[in-house]
C-alpha cells in the first residue's frame, strides 16, 4: 500500500516515500516538495563544519549523503516517468507492492502532468545493497507553467534476482522509518532539506498562480480529511447493491444484503471498497 508522500496529492502517489520538504518536520504532496539549486547540480549538500565554517572537532560521518550511482539514478528516473505517465505496468516491476487501491489513486490523479528528475542522492540503508534515496525532482502542475521543486525519500532494497526495488511499505516499516527519521538528523540531509524548501519557496514568490494553486490543493485536502477517516472501518450491506469501477461508474458486480466490506477511501457519497482485489465503489446510503 502507499507509504507517505507528496504534500499535494499524488500523496497520492509516492509509495514508502516520504516528501522531505514541505512537512511540519521539516515535507511534501503527503504531500510541497523541492529540489536543489542549480548551482548544487552534481554536488553533495555541505554542512557548514565540512565547509571549515566552524573549528569544532566533529566525528567523522561514516553514513554520508553521495550522489546516487547510476542504477539508482536510472530506477529513480523510470519510476518518476512511469508515474507522470501513469504506466502501471512499469509501475509494478518497479514498487514491489502496488495494490489495486494504489493503481486507482495513479490512474485519477489530475493535478500532475509530470515530473522532471534532477540530483539523486543516497545513505546506505538497514541492510546490505539497500538504500534510503533522496530524490530531487520537479514536479508539472496542470495549468501551471512554472515547475515545483521538490524533495522525496525512497527506500530500495536489491531483491533475489539482484534488481533495485522500491519498497512500498517502507513509510510503514517501524524500523525503516525510524532509521529515516534518524538520518533526517544528519547535517548533510538537513542542509539538502533547506536547499530544496528555499527553491520551493523561491519558485512561489516568482510565480503567484503557482503559489495560489497549491494554497488551493492544500485546502482542498483538508476538506477530504473527514472521508479519510472512514477508511479501514467494516461495513455491512444493508440491502442487495451493485458495485461500480467508481463513484456513479461502470457496474463491475453486486454484493448481498448482510455482506461485510472493508472501507478503503470515500468519494463524496461513494465508499470505495476492495471488491475480488479490485477497487469497487458502493453509495453509502447502502451500507451502514
Not at 565547509?51 to 549523503?65: F, H, M, R, V
Not at 525532482?137 to 501551471?144: A, D, H, L, V
Amino acid at each position: 500500500m502507499l507509504g507517505g508522500g507528496i504534500l499535494i496529492v499524488v500523496l497520492v502517489l509516492i509509495f514508502g516515500i516520504r516528501a522531505c520538504v514541505g512537512r511540519d518536520r521539516g515535507t511534501s504532496q503527503d504531500e510541497v516538495e523541492s529540489t536543489v539549486t542549480d548551482d548544487n547540480q552534481g554536488t553533495v549538500p555541505s554542512s557548514p563544519a565540512e565547509d571549515g565554517e566552524t573549528n569544532e572537532e566533529k566525528n567523522e560521518d561514516t553514513n554520508p549523503l553521495e550522489e546516487a550511482n547510476a542504477d539508482v539514478t536510472a530506477l529513480i528516473e523510470s519510476y518518476y516517468k512511469a508515474l507522470g505517465e501513469k504506466d502501471i505496468d512499469t509501475l509494478t516491476t518497479l514498487v514491489d507492492d502496488l495494490t489495486p487501491t494504489d493503481e486507482s489513486k495513479i490512474a485519477n490523479a489530475t493535478y500532475i502532468e509530470g515530473y522532471e528528475v534532477g540530483n539523486v542522492y543516497t545513505k546506505n540503508g538497514l541492510d546490505t545493497d539497500t538504500y534510503v534515496v533522496y530524490a530531487c525532482y520537479n514536479y508539472i502542475c496542470s495549468g501551471i507553467d512554472t515547475p515545483v521543486p521538490a524533495l522525496s525519500w525512497l527506500y530500495v532494497y536489491t531483491d533475489s534476482d539482484g534488481n533495485l526495488i522500491i519498497d512500498a511499505d517502507a513509510d510503514s516499516d517501524s524500523e525503516i522509518s525510524a532509521y529515516a527519521e534518524e538520518l533526517e538528523a544528519d547535517a548533510d540531509v538537513q542542509q539538502l532539506y533547506a536547499d530544496v524548501s528555499a527553491q520551493n519557496e523561491q519558485a512561489q514568490e516568482d510565480d503567484p498562480q503557482l503559489a495560489e494553486f497549491l494554497q488551493g490543493l492544500g485546502e482542498e485536502a483538508d476538506s477530504t480529511v473527514s472521508g479519510q477517516e472512514g477508511e479501514g472501518r467494516t461495513l455491512t450491506v444493508t440491502e442487495g447493491c451493485n458495485v461500480r469501477d467508481s463513484a456513479d461508474g461502470e457496474i463491475i458486480g453486486g454484493l448481498e444484503a448482510g455482506t461485510q466490506v472493508e472501507q478503503t477511501g470515500q468519494d463524496g457519497e461513494w465508499i470505495q471498497i476492495d471488491y475480488n482485489g479490485q477497487v469497487g465503489y458502493v453509495h453509502s446510503s447502502l451500507l451502514e
